[in-house]
C-alpha cells in the first residue's frame, strides 16, 4: 500500500485565489511528522511546512496552512493569495520511527502547480 | 547561515563507471540523509547518516555507499553505475534523525548515465 498518496498530478489556479493541493497518509505508528516540499524546475526541494501527529492545532507558516485530520488520514495543503511563483511541483512526505532512530522520510508521487493570471 | 550545499550541479558518465557525489551540511546539522529522484517521481530514501555513522538504509543495493566526516558534510559513491542510475541526487540535512526533525535539502546533482 502506498504510503504517501496525492491523487492530483496536476492542479491550475488563478493568481490571489486560494488552493488546496490533496495528501493522505497510511501508517500505524502513533507518532509521526508530515512535511510539505515545493520543487521548483530548478531541482530544489524547498521545507514549507511541517505537522506532527500530536499537534492539537493545524500548522500555519505564512500563506501556507496544513489541514490536518487525523482520523482520516489527510494533510491537505492551502496555499492563499497564490502568486505566479507558487508555480511548482508540490510534494507530501512523511517521517515515522522513534526518537533516536533513523527515520527517512517518505514520498508521494507529487502534485504539479501552475498559477495563472 | 549556510544552506546546504551540493557538488557538482550535474554529472555525465559511462555504464560501469564510479561517481562520487558532494553535500555539505547546513551549519550545526549532524545528520544526513541521500536521496535519489528519478524523473516524474518523488524522492527515493538511500541512507541516513548519523554523527558519522550509517544508521538507516532504503532499498538500494550495496553499490550505493556513503561517509559523513566529523565535519557532517558527506559523501555519496556509485559503483559499477546503470542507466538506471540516471536521477537527482538530493542530500538533506537536519538537527537530528528523529521524526520532527526538519530535513533541509540541497539544489541537487543530477546524474547523466550513457
Known amino acids: 500500500a502506498q504510503k504517501i498518496t496525492q491523487t492530483q498530478p496536476g492542479m491550475f489556479v488563478q493568481e490571489k485565489e486560494a488552493v488546496t493541493l490533496d495528501c493522505t497518509y497510511d501508517t500505524s505508528d502513533p507518532s509521526y511528522g508530515l512535511f510539505w516540499y515545493k520543487q521548483p524546475s530548478s531541482g530544489e526541494m524547498i521545507f514549507l511546512i511541517y505537522q506532527g501527529s500530536y499537534d492539537q492545532q493545524n500548522a500555519t507558516e505564512g500563506r501556507y496552512s496544513l489541514n490536518f485530520q487525523k482520523a482520516r488520514k489527510s494533510a491537505n495543503l492551502v496555499i492563499s493569495a497564490s502568486q505566479l511563483g507558487d508555480s511548482a511541483m508540490y510534494f507530501c512526505?512523511?517521517?515515522?520511527?522513534?526518537?533516536?532512530?533513523?527515520?527517512?522520510?517518505?514520498f508521494g508521487t507529487g502534485t504539479r502547480l501552475q498559477v495563472t493570471l | 547561515e549556510t544552506g546546504v550545499t551540493q557538488s557538482p550541479t550535474h554529472l555525465i558518465k559511462t555504464r560501469g563507471q564510479q561517481v562520487t557525489l558532494r553535500c555539505s551540511s547546513q551549519s550545526g546539522h549532524n545528520t544526513v540523509s541521500w536521496y535519489q529522484q528519478a524523473l516524474g517521481q518523488g524522492p527515493q530514501f538511500i541512507f541516513q547518516y548519523y554523527r558519522e555513522e550509517e544508521n538507516g538504509r532504503g532499498n538500494f543495493p550495496p553499490r550505493f555507499s556513503g561517509l559523513q566526516f566529523p565535519n557532517y558534510s558527506s559523501e555519496l559513491n556509485v559503483n559499477a553505475l546503470e542507466l538506471d542510475d540516471s536521477a537527482l541526487y538530493l542530500c538533506?540535512?537536519?538537527w537530528g534523525q528523529g521524526r520532527t526533525d526538519t530535513q533541509y535539502f540541497g539544489p541537487g546533482t543530477r546524474l547523466t548515465v550513457l
Open positions: 512526505a512523511m517521517r515515522e520511527g522513534n526518537t533516536g532512530t533513523a527515520s527517512k522520510l517518505t
Open positions: 538533506a540535512s537536519s
